[in-house]
C-alpha cells in the first residue's frame, strides 16, 4: 500500500495493519493519536512530566493490544481515552492537585508581551481550577469541553449514562466558574463576561 | 460568550506540543512490541472441547478408546453379569439369585492354611 494512502485510513485498520508488522501504521497513529493522550493526560493531571509518562503507556498498552482489538466493535479513541483516564486516576490517588491560589501570578508584563502573558495565564488558571474539581467532573469537563467529544462518546469513556455525562459537566462548570470567579479581570475577562 | 467558555474554546484550540524526545520513545515501543514477539500476531483461538480433552488424556485417542470400551464393559457385566459371576445389583434390587455357599471352608485350598505344631 502507498504510504501516503495511511492517513486516509481509520484508527481501526491502521491498528490492523501494526498488528501485521507494518511499522508505518504505527508512525500514522502516533501522529494521530499521541497528541490527544498526551494533551488529555495533562488536563487531568495537570502535570507535564506525568502526563509524559502516562501518554507513552497509554500508547505501550495500544501497540500491545492491538493483535486482540475486534474492528468494529469500539472506538480505538474511547479505548484510548479510558485508558489514559484509568492511569491518570491511579496517579491522582497518590496525590492531590496544585491550589488556585499557589499559581505563581504573572510577572509584570514587558510592552508587546502583555497578551501572550495573559493567555498563559489564563491556561494556568483553567488548569488549576480543573485540577481542584473532582476527578469525574473533570474528566468529563475535559472530554466534553476541550477534546470536544460529544455525550454518548463520554457516556462510553466513562461507562455512565448520558444524564449522569450532562450531571457532571453541568457540576463541574458550575464550580469552574465559582473557582474562577474572583480572577476575570485579572485574566482579561471584564465583570460582564459572567460565567 | 461567557468568560469560562471562553477560556474553555481557548484550550480546546490550543496546539498541544509534544515533549521533546516523547515520539521517537513510543515509536521505540512500537517497534519492541513487534520484533519483542516476532510479528504480533493475534492469540490463537480459544480450542474446543474436543482439543481441550485430548491435552488431558493420557494415551491420546486411542487411550481414550480403550476406556471408553473399558467403561462399556464393565457397565454391561453390572447389568447383566454371567451366570459364574455374584450380582451384586439383582441381590440389592432382589431380582436375582444370591448364591450362598452353604459347605466347609477350605482355607487350606487357598494356601491359607495355618501351620500348627
Do not use: E, T, Y
Given at each position: 500500500m502507498p504510504r501516503d494512502d495511511f492517513a486516509s485510513l481509520s484508527d481501526d485498520a491502521l491498528l490492523l495493519i501494526f498488528a501485521q508488522g507494518d511499522d508505518q501504521a504505527s508512525r500514522t497513529l502516533t501522529a494521530r493519536l499521541l497528541p490527544r493522550v498526551y494533551g488529555h493526560a495533562k488536563r487531568l493531571l495537570?502535570?507535564?512530566?506525568e502526563a509524559e509518562d502516562v501518554a507513552q503507556e497509554a500508547m505501550l498498552r495500544l501497540w500491545r493490544m492491538a493483535p486482540d482489538?475486534?474492528?468494529g466493535e469500539a472506538k480505538v479513541t474511547t479505548w484510548l481515552y479510558r485508558v489514559t483516564a484509568n492511569l491518570c486516576t491511579d496517579r491522582l490517588r497518590r496525590r492531590r492537585g496544585t491550589a488556585l491560589d499557589e499559581i505563581a501570578e504573572p510577572a509584570d508584563p514587558a510592552p508587546?508581551?502583555?497578551?501572550?502573558m495573559q493567555t498563559r495565564a489564563r491556561g494556568e488558571a483553567l488548569q488549576a481550577a480543573l485540577d481542584l474539581l473532582p476527578d469525574r467532573q473533570r474528566q468529563a469537563v475535559v472530554l466534553r469541553h476541550i477534546e470536544g467529544l460529544s455525550n454518548p462518546e463520554i457516556s462510553a469513556v466513562m461507562d455512565i449514562s448520558a444524564r449522569a455525562v450532562e450531571s457532571l459537566t453541568a457540576r463541574g462548570k458550575g464550580t469552574l466558574t465559582a473557582l474562577l470567579a474572583g480572577r476575570r479581570p485579572e485574566l482579561g475577562y471584564s465583570d460582564d463576561d459572567t460565567g | 460568550m461567557k468568560a469560562l467558555?471562553?477560556?474553555?474554546h481557548e484550550a480546546a484550540v490550543e496546539d498541544v506540543r509534544l515533549p521533546d524526545g516523547l515520539t521517537a520513545r513510543v515509536l521505540a515501543d512500537a517497534r519492541d512490541v513487534q520484533t519483542g514477539r516476532g510479528k504480533v500476531v493475534a492469540k490463537p483461538q480459544r480450542e474446543g472441547f474436543f482439543a481441550r480433552l485430548q491435552?488431558?488424556?493420557?494415551?491420546g485417542w486411542p487411550g481414550a478408546g480403550a476406556l471408553v470400551a473399558a467403561t462399556c464393559a464393565g457397565f454391561w457385566i453390572g447389568i447383566s453379569p454371567p451366570a459364574a459371576l455374584p450380582d451384586p445389583g439383582g441381590a440389592l434390587f432382589e431380582t436375582g439369585t444370591v448364591t450362598t455357599w452353604d459347605g466347609p471352608v477350605d482355607l487350606a485350598g487357598f494356601g491359607w492354611a495355618v501351620e500348627e505344631e
Open positions: 495537570g502535570d507535564a512530566a482489538w475486534r474492528q508587546g508581551v502583555l497578551a501572550q | 467558555d471562553a477560556l474553555l491435552a488431558i488424556m493420557p494415551g
